[in-house]
T-cell receptor, first 115, second 117 residues
Framework: ETGVTQSPTHLIKTRGQQVTLRCSSQ?????VSWYQQALGQGPQFIFQ???????GRGNFPPRFSGLQFPNYSSELNVNALELDDSALYLCASSLGTSTAMGEQFFGPGTRLTVL | AQSVTQLDSQVPVFEEAPVELRCNYSSSVSVYLFWYVQYPNQGLQLLLK??????LVKGINGFEAEFNKSQTSFHLRKPSVHISDTAEYFC???????????????FGKGTHLIIQP
């Protein structure tokens, strides 16, 4: 059973640029959630994708967008990068959208640094 | 909106001693409760969760937690810790009824458990 993988591991961008982060979900999982973890903070929910559609969103501006593909892998896109976007971005896959019924399995994250 | 407070940012404990990591939550509606562990350079791993039923929940690696509704707490405990338990621990909640659509997990800021030999 393959776990959740994310790429790249690390990324450095400058303010105003755009970035795309990728996530491959665990085999058999159809739901992907994205979280932002700033240094010294707990993860914050960005959004969730289920069957290729956004199924819920946290308190993040529209410049944070995503995609889910037919194989359930996912992308997180961030436009017009700001310094505060520097964080660890975590992807979690699960079977179904319920946090109670389907355990979320987290990937190791992508460390984004915005200069 | 719901929130999670982990009062201790760091907890140093000697090896083989017991430990308790505190978690309090605030929510106007019923929630599910979770504890996750994050080892360096790794993703979060679920330790245990409370959905309903018995308020004492047992998880992996010898951890357990007790849900106290009146005190809105979900403290994590282990009777005897090992060096390998050194990690960041996160308490999290999610709404039982999100009104359609997902609202994800709401995490606390984490507690760094430091095991001293």
């Amino acid at each position: 059973e393959t776990g959740v993988t994310q790429s790249p591991t690390h990324l450095i961008k400058t303010r105003g640029q755009q970035v795309t982060l990728r996530c491959s979900s665990q085999s058999g999982h159809n739901t992907v959630s994205w979280y932002q973890q700033a240094l010294g903070q707990g993860p914050q929910f960005i959004f969730q994708y289920y069957r290729e559609e956004e199924n819920g969103r946290g308190n993040f501006p529209p410049r944070f967008s995503g995609l889910q593909f037919p194989n359930y892998s996912s992308e997180l896109n961030v436009n017009a990068l700001e310094l505060d976007d520097s964080a660890l971005y975590l992807c979690a896959s699960s079977l179904g959208t319920s946090t109670a019924m389907g355990e979320q399995f987290f990937g190791p994250g992508t460390r984004l640094t915005v200069l | 909106a719901q929130s999670v407070t982990q009062l201790d940012s760091q907890v140093p404990v000697f090896e083989e001693a017991p430990v308790e990591l505190r978690c309090n939550y605030s929510s106007s509606v019923s929630v599910y409760l979770f504890w996750y562990v994050q080892y360096p350079n790794q993703g979060l791993q679920l330790l245990l969760k409370y959905l309903s039923g018995s308020t004492l929940v047992k998880g992996i690696n010898g951890f357990e937690a007790e849900f106290n509704k009146s005190q809105t707490s979900f403290h994590l405990r282990k009777p005897s810790v090992h060096i390998s338990d050194t990690a960041e621990y996160f308490c999290a909640v999610s709404l039982m009824y999100s009104g359609g659509g997902a609202d994800g997990l709401t995490f606390g800021k984490g507690t760094h458990l430091i095991i001293q030999p």
